[in-house]
């Protein structure tokens, strides 16, 4: 009798339990996908080397941050879900007043894409983000505002970019700007002192017997004496000024701001630090001179080449007069 009832009691003869065990086979199976889903998107977050975030505008709180937050900041994940100043204290001091402003420009935009700062890691070194931002446009009217950003890690384009840029614009051999930069530099600041009504003054300068050094010593030797004469012009000029080589002997420079007589003052200063250098070449020593012509704005005067012109002629005649010396025009 006993065993008839337990008979009776099995799944098969009880459809409510077996509905019951069915469901929990099912749910089972569901949590197990549910959780390899998980898993594999924890596994792509992971690999992706970009910030995934999400804040609450309201309440100034980090809701969720992705893996690569650690890998990028340096920092934990779980302080900065505790205190979002973490985030904001790791901005380069010079960025931050502009982080701050476009990340609020996304509540009137409704998404900002074009957002680039820097951070300074926890280990010190500073990176460039591309941090591109969302306004969350499917909440509910009264509920919380929500943010989600995708903040890419872009140091190395930005460190690209910026060898670019100085390949393009500086001199292989001086590391002093090329003849196409310091022109360019050289109208901008042209116009801005025409605009503002200030003094601006321009300095030719030519290595006196270059071509002798060049046959005497040789090629590298005047190589050498290239790149001494555009150390003593970075190292004499003023922090504003500036300077390139123009020609195969021939450097410039343009004082911005900088009255005639406070442009004859450097370009003495220049000139003496340039007759100060000495030379060595195989036991031989020697030293080199310049000519300099300096010239400053006028009212006549419509472009920069007008100074570039004057200027020229000032440093040939210095050459006419006996060379190593300044002539202002």
Request: glycine share 6%.
């Amino acid at each position: 009798m006993a065993q008839k009832n337990l008979q009776d009691s099995s799944p098969s003869h009880c459809p409510e339990a077996a509905q019951t065990l069915m469901a929990l086979m099912h749910a089972q199976g569901e949590v197990a996908r549910l959780t390899e889903r998980e898993q594999l998107f924890n596994t792509l977050l992971a690999s992706v080397n970009a910030v995934l975030w999400a804040f609450d505008w309201e309440t100034r709180r980090v809701l969720y941050v992705s893996p690569a937050y650690e890998r990028i900041f340096g920092r934990s994940a779980d302080l900065l879900l505790a205190d979002c100043n973490q985030w904001r204290d790791s901005i380069h001091p010079d960025d931050l007043d502009y982080a701050e402003r476009s990340l609020a420009e996304v509540l009137d935009k409704g998404a900002v894409e074009d957002r680039e700062y820097r951070i300074i890691a926890a280990d010190g070194q500073v990176r460039w983000l591309s941090d591109k931002c969302f306004i969350n446009r499917q909440a509910e009217p009264g509920q919380p505002v929500i943010i989600v950003g995708f903040a890419e890690d872009i140091t190395h384009k930005k460190q690209m970019e910026t060898e670019l840029h100085r390949l393009a614009t500086t001199d292989a051999l001086t590391q002093s700007s090329n003849r196409h930069h310091f022109f360019e530099c050289a109208h901008r600041e042209f116009a801005h002192a025409r605009q503002q009504g200030e003094p601006l003054s321009f300095l030719m300068l030519d290595i006196d017997d270059f071509k002798t050094i060049n046959d005497t010593y040789g090629h590298q030797e005047g190589d050498n004496v290239l790149q001494r004469i555009a150390e003593s012009g970075r190292a004499a000029l003023r922090r504003r000024d500036l300077f390139g080589r123009i020609g195969g002997e021939e450097f410039a420079a343009v004082f911005p701001g900088c009255t005639p007589q406070m442009a004859l003052q450097v370009a003495e200063r220049l000139h003496r630090q340039i007759q100060q250098l000495s030379f060595n070449h195989e036991g031989r020593t020697f030293g080199i001179t310049v000519s300099q012509g300096l010239t400053s704005l006028s009212a006549s005067d419509e472009n920069v080449e007008d100074l570039f012109s004057r200027a020229d002629a000032a440093m040939y005649q210095a050459k006419r007069e006996g060379k190593n010396r300044i002539v202002t025009a």
